[in-house]
T-cell receptor, first 114, second 109 residues
Framework: DTGVSQDPRHKITKRGQNVTFRCDPI?????LYWYRQTLGQGPEFLTYFQNEAQLEKSRLLSDRFSAERPKGSFSTLEIQRTEQGDSAMYLC????????????FGPGTRLTVL | QKEVEQDPGPLSVPEGAIVSLNCTYSNSAFQYFMWYRQYSRKGPELLMYTYSSGNKEDGRFTAQVDKSSKYISLFIRDSQPSDSATYLCSIQGAQKLVFGQGTRLTINP
């Protein structure tokens, strides 16, 4: 399977703990995006990378959130000092050069903060 | 006002019916309009996209964009139980996608 992969698929943590998610995009896709989706809502944009450069961050991405994409390949999203309001599905997507509207999503990481 | 508005449903129709799903948007600068399908606890799957106004057909699916009224639609012909899912309209705003709330659709056998 050469689609976008995410790990872990599920994460349960206690409030105040740090969590890190990983996304592996489709190979040769130079753009990688992170979205957050809560129950009954559409995905909301968090941030995106072009190669290794983080080019835009949403105001939803508080100081507790950090994302990286070293070497322009996989990406990680870290949430520090998790809060119950962080419980959501975290989705990663990638898009090829010249077709940035065609974003292909991974299966998501479902985070539950107790 | 949200940038993209979508009726959340739920919408329930019998198998074989024609389904119409709709969204409105506020920013006239948007150029690309996408429809995604999302099964329960899965990531969204790109169904089709259109550029500017007009229709685009792909099998049983037709996407329609009316930029003058800022209205986009997805029609599903000969609906099947396997079409039961949440359908998300999405619009490319700058470098990111802006999504509607999603419409939950159930096709009853």
């Amino acid at each position: 399977d050469t689609g976008v992969s995410q790990d872990p698929r599920h994460k349960i943590t206690k409030r105040g703990q740090n969590v890190t998610f990983r996304c592996d995009p489709i190979s040769e896709h130079n753009r990688l995006y992170w979205y957050r989706q809560t129950l009954g809502q559409g995905p909301e944009f968090l941030t995106y990378f072009q190669n290794e450069a983080q080019l835009e961050k949403s105001r939803l991405l508080s100081d507790r959130f950090s994302a990286e994409r070293p070497k322009g390949s996989f990406s990680t999203l870290e949430i520090q000092r998790t809060e119950q309001g962080d419980s959501a599905m975290y989705l990663c997507a990638s898009s090829p050069i010249g077709a940035y509207n065609e974003q292909f999503f991974g299966p998501g990481t479902r985070l539950t903060v107790l | 006002q949200k940038e993209v508005e979508q009726d959340p449903g739920p919408l329930s129709v019998p198998e074989g019916a024609i389904v119409s799903l709709n969204c409105t948007y506020s920013n006239s600068a948007f150029q690309y309009f996408m429809w995604y399908r999302q099964y329960s606890r899965k990531g969204p799957e790109l169904l089709m996209y259109t550029y500017s106004s007009g229709n685009k057909e792909d099998g049983r699916f037709t996407a329609q964009v009316d930029k003058s009224s800022k209205y986009i639609s997805l029609f599903i012909r000969d609906s099947q139980p396997s079409d039961s899912a949440t359908y998300l309209c999405s619009i490319q705003g700058a470098q990111k996608l802006v999504f509607g709330q999603g419409t939950r659709l159930t096709i009853n056998p």
